[in-house]
Structure formats: structure tokens, C-alpha cells
């Protein structure tokens, strides 16, 4: 934590976080339809309304990096390496961040489960994460000089972050973003 912070501000990320954590740890042990926003804040102890200024909603609980994933979507554009396509920055990052591609972390996997199989985090999830598309259009647009208005600097901002759930509901989530990836690199007729 920042040692710039004063008490006050140390003290709620604190309590964010020990909501947060303790929302997940929950949710993946009696299921995300079993836990009450009650019973959260209870474990914390804190009020409801407590919990409820830190995280208006119940899923919001679970999708605590909104904006540390749109800064890395963005920086995986204007920091990658030189000769790096685009296309080829995002599927990296994206593979790292949202499949976590070769990841033996059981406690990812239970967490991939715990969305995959629920659908109000399922749905509210891929809103969170398609709300970064706007930024990653302007990276993707002064990256490549084109204005901001340019359709295709927002299309494939769109698809490439459509990519993490299509690849997510196969069998191969690392094979099916690298054909969406080399689709978006390539086109279509190159396939």
C-alpha cells in the first residue's frame, strides 16, 4: 500500500479489500447464489451499508480491476515491443490476463468456474470488461496515427476484446484466441 496514504485512506482500501477477499473466498465456498450481502458484511464486520458504499452491487464484489485492466490493455498497445503487431500485443495480454493460459493456480481456475457458471456474473463480468473499449480504441487509434473517430481502430478494440469470452466458452481457449487473433490480423481471406 501506498505509505503516501494517510490512516484514513489506508484504512478503507482495507476494508475494500478485506470485503473483496472475503466476498470470493465465500462465494467459492458455498456458491455466488448462497452468499447475501449480509453475510459478507457480517464476516467483515461492518454494516451493510458499509459494504454497500465500497460495492454497489453484488458482483461488483467479485470484478474489483476495472481500472488496472484497462490500464494494461492500454499499455500492452503503446508499450509493446518493437515489430510487435497490434493484434499480437493484445492476444498475449489478453491470454495472460483473462485465460491465463499454462496458469496452474487452482484458485484462478475455481474463480474462472465460479463466473463461467453463474450467470449474473457471467453477463456482468464481460459488461466490465467490454466498458474498456472506448480506451483501448484511442490507444489503438495514436498508436497507429488514425483519428479518433476511425471505425476500424474501434472494431478491433470491439473484437479483440470479444475474443477473452468466445475463447472462454470453448474447449481450447488458447487455440481459439490465437485463430480469433490471427483472424483479426490477417483477415478473413488470409485464412
Not at 8 to 29: G, S, V, Y
Not at 42 to 69: C, H, I, M, N, R
Request: hydrophobic share 40%; net charge negative; with cysteine.
Amino acid at each position: 500500500m501506498d505509505a503516501t496514504l494517510g490512516r484514513r485512506e489506508r484504512k478503507k482500501a482495507a476494508t475494500r479489500q478485506a470485503l473483496a477477499d472475503t466476498a470470493l473466498n465465500l462465494f467459492l465456498e458455498r456458491g455466488y447464489d448462497s452468499v447475501t450481502i449480509r453475510d459478507i458484511a457480517d464476516a467483515v464486520d461492518v454494516s451493510t451499508t458499509t459494504l454497500l458504499k465500497y460495492f454497489p452491487t453484488k458482483e461488483a464484489l467479485v470484478f474489483d480491476e476495472d481500472t488496472e485492466q484497462e490500464a494494461g490493455l492500454v499499455a500492452a498497445v503503446r508499450e509493446r515491443p518493437e515489430g510487435q503487431s497490434i493484434p499480437q500485443a493484445l492476444c498475449e495480454h489478453i491470454k495472460r490476463v483473462r485465460t491465463r493460459t499454462g496458469d496452474q493456480d487452482a484458485r484462478f481456475a475455481a474463480f474462472v468456474r465460479l463466473v463461467n457458471d453463474t450467470p449474473a456474473l457471467n453477463e456482468y463480468g464481460h459488461r466490465m470488461w467490454m466498458r474498456h473499449r472506448d480506451a483501448l480504441a484511442r490507444a489503438i487509434a495514436e498508436a497507429t496515427g488514425s483519428g479518433p473517430d476511425d471505425h476500424r481502430c474501434a472494431a478491433l478494440a470491439h473484437f479483440a476484446l470479444e475474443t477473452s469470452a468466445f475463447a472462454l466458452r470453448t474447449a481450447d481457449p488458447e487455440g481459439a484466441m490465437d485463430a480469433a487473433f490471427a483472424l483479426l490480423q490477417d483477415g478473413f481471406g488470409a485464412a
